[in-house]
Structure formats: C-alpha cells, structure tokens
C-alpha cells in the first residue's frame, strides 16, 4: 500500500535563481522512538517543517551528509560491531529526484568503532570517515552510481589526554576537506590535536602534512571544525572546555595558526555542558555553535579582517541537548536540533546583527542528531505529486 504525497513548493530569489523549499535530513540514534532518516520539506518563507517520508531500518545514522550533486547521500552506522566484527558502518543511499525519498544501496564498514562524522571529497569519488572509538580516520571510495566502494585508507591516531574520563586513548570525532581538496582535517577529541593531512584525489590517500597537527589547549577536545567562505579562517568546537578557538589558514600550505580562543558560555554558568556543534554564515559575517547543557545557540560576530570572534547572543533552543544544527544557504533560518527533546525549532536570523529569534515553529522529531539541508533537484518544478512506499 502505497502513500500519496502532494504540495506546493514555495520559492524565493537567491543569487538570481528561485530557491524551492529545502529539503531537511535528520538523523537519529535509533536506540528509542526513532524508527530511522527522517525527511521533511522546509517552506523558505516561514520555516516551517513538514514531514515528507521515513526511511526505516537504519541503524544508529547520527550523522549524514550529501555528495556534491546532491544525488546520494551517506550514512554512518554508530555502532562498534559490524557483521560480527569490531568496528561501525556506513550507508549509502540514493536520492529520489522527484520527492527526495531515499533509497538504499549498499553498506561498508567504517574500518572503525563508532564512526561519528562523514564527508565526501569534493570530486565526490570518496568518502571519508572518523570513527570516534576506532580513534581513526578512514576512506572509502564511491563507484559511479554512488554505491560504496572498498576502502582506499585508513589512519589510526595516537596518544591521549589530561581528562582520564573522555581523554583515556584517541577519539577522532571530524573530518572535513578543505576549498581546494588537498588538505583534510581531523579533530580529535582525545588528543586535543587537529589533525593535517594531503589527500590525493586520484588514488583516495591520506598522508601527513608538513604541518601534521596542530595542538589546542589541554583538556580541551577539539570536536567539529569549520572554514570562513573566505579559506582564511578556520574554527574549531572544543567541546570539554567550551570554548572555540580561531586560526589562520594557509590554503597554499595547508597550515593552521591560532589567533584567538573565545567561551561559549555566560560568565558564572558553572554546570555540566558540552559543546557540539558549529558552524559559519553562508556570508561569512556570523559564527554559531550550541552549547549541551546550557541549551544555548552561541552567536558570534566575525571580523572581516581579521577573522576573529565578538560575542553577540545566547539563544535558548527551547529544547535539551541541541547537539547539531543548520543554516539554510541563504542564511535566513538556523534550524537546531534538541537530542533529549526530540524536536527541531526553527529561528530566524537576523541579518544585520546576526541574532536569532525564534519563529515559533517546534517539529516533533525523535532524537535529532544530524540536520542536513539541500534543494530538491527538480529545478523549477513547483508541485510534487507521487507514490512512495508505506512508512
């Protein structure tokens, strides 16, 4: 039996093209109510959510991200055994042009335990992985029709920390590729170390860079790191200390130079948080990172000539544990998703001062962990009417 799906797709200029209504991935960890991927339409105008489908049955999928055509889109599995072996998994699936629906391909280990980040290199032949147990990086190449390939590298990292509880071993929780797809850099959590690396686009290689870290302070753990538009800057996400730490980039060399370590939180907080997630303005004027136990969405302005941080806000997400969030790629809506809460709200930003209001819109969503948002690819198409199988 079959479900019908109809409705109108809102548009806006952007860039002198009509930008549709977003499509929102979530994922979640599959541990309670969530039953997969879930899969909304996002109105450009208001920020609504409304729910389009569910894909059922995957495991764990607590981070996702798209490929650059935005035709497939991958999956980790966050477990620590895999087809009766040590290790986690990733997903790929295809993606439906018509209505978004995702549709599985095939499934490879992650060559280690917990995966907990991926990203596709920008020829969109590789995908690459940090397993935040396995204290790895690795990758897996990406055959033509998007399906996982076998593995082309795996990096093991080493060393541990001053926090015996969080720091005992290594923990690669990111890895993300550069502008110019030569460099790849991996935060780990364990070592309070940024990993650098080359990576040869031909043959899926990682190999240490001249530069082949660079060290936060003790007792940080580095999390999630972010480039400005601009590759001069980058920003990582120390998630022990709550802090997040501002460099220099050199896009010729692929070398990092701290320049400013700011707070996340209000002065006098002085209960348990963590930090997650974090990420830049489509423009560059702004920087957000969210803060798990003060449910917070931090708001920081950007220098534009310097590329350091001034504090502006803390929003309230109205939820707990907004452990990921996204910006539409106008940079009008900041959508945070509340792991404990399970919902995902919706806020407008402001566009001169960079400040978040609420909309008032709160989607129900069982434990959002990951958002990821792209434009359908049907270009001008404006209605969608179709059958998808039951979820």
Not at 159 to 177: C, F, K, L, W, Y
Not at 380 to 389: A, N, Q
């Amino acid at each position: 039996m079959g479900l019908t799906l109809s409705g109108t797709f809102h548009a806006r200029s952007y860039g002198g093209e009509r930008l549709q209504d977003l499509l929102v991935y979530v994922g979640t960890y599959t541990t309670g109510k969530s039953a997969g991927i879930y899969l909304y339409r996002m109105n450009v105008s208001s920020g609504e959510l409304t729910h389009v489908t569910t894909t059922r049955g995957v495991v764990n999928p607590s981070f996702l991200t798209l490929d650059p055509t935005r035709h497939y889109l991958y999956a980790v599995n966050e477990v620590t055994e895999f087809a009766g072996k040590p290790g986690g998994a990733v997903s790929a699936f295809a993606i439906n042009r018509r209505t978004g629906a995702l549709h599985f391909l095939n499934q490879q280990s992650s060559l280690g335990g917990a995966p907990c980040y991926v990203t596709v290199d920008r020829t969109g032949r590789f995908l690459l992985v940090a397993n935040y147990t396995g204290g790895n990086v690795s990758v897996i190449s990406i055959k033509p029709d998007g399906a996982l390939g076998g593995a082309t590298d795996v990096d093991q990292h080493h060393g541990s920390g001053v926090n015996p509880d969080r720091q005992e071993g290594p923990h690669a929780h990111s890895i993300v590729m550069d502008q110019t797809n030569r460099y790849a850099y991996s935060c780990d959590l364990g070592t309070d170390k940024i990993m650098i690396y080359r990576f040869d686009s031909k043959k899926g290689k990682l190999t240490a860079n001249q530069q082949p870290w660079v060290q936060v302070k003790p007792g940080a753990g580095p999390r999630h790191f972010t480039f400005h538009p601009s590759g001069r800057y980058g920003y990582v996400m120390n998630e022990l200390d709550a802090t997040v730490t501002a460099f220099i980039c050199d896009s010729s060399k692929g070398t990092l130079k701290e320049m400013q370590t700011v707070h996340t939180l209000p002065e006098g907080f002085s209960e348990m948080n963590a930090t997650a997630d974090i990420h830049v303005s489509p423009h560059g004027k702004f920087l957000y990172g969210s803060n798990r136990g003060h449910n917070s969405i931090v708001v920081f302005e950007i220098d534009e000539k310097t590329g350091k941080l001034r504090f502006i806000q803390h929003a309230a997400t109205e939820g707990r544990t907004p452990r990921n969030f996204a910006i539409d790629p106008t940079g009008t809506f900041l959508l945070a998703a509340n792991q404990d809460s399970d919902t995902i709200v919706t806020f407008r930003i402001d566009q001169v001062t960079g400040r978040l209001k609420p909309t008032g819109y709160v989607t129900g969503v069982p434990s959002p962990v990951c958002l990821k948002l792209t434009q359908p690819l049907l270009g001008s198409v404006l209605k969608v009417s179709c059958r998808l199988p039951a979820s």
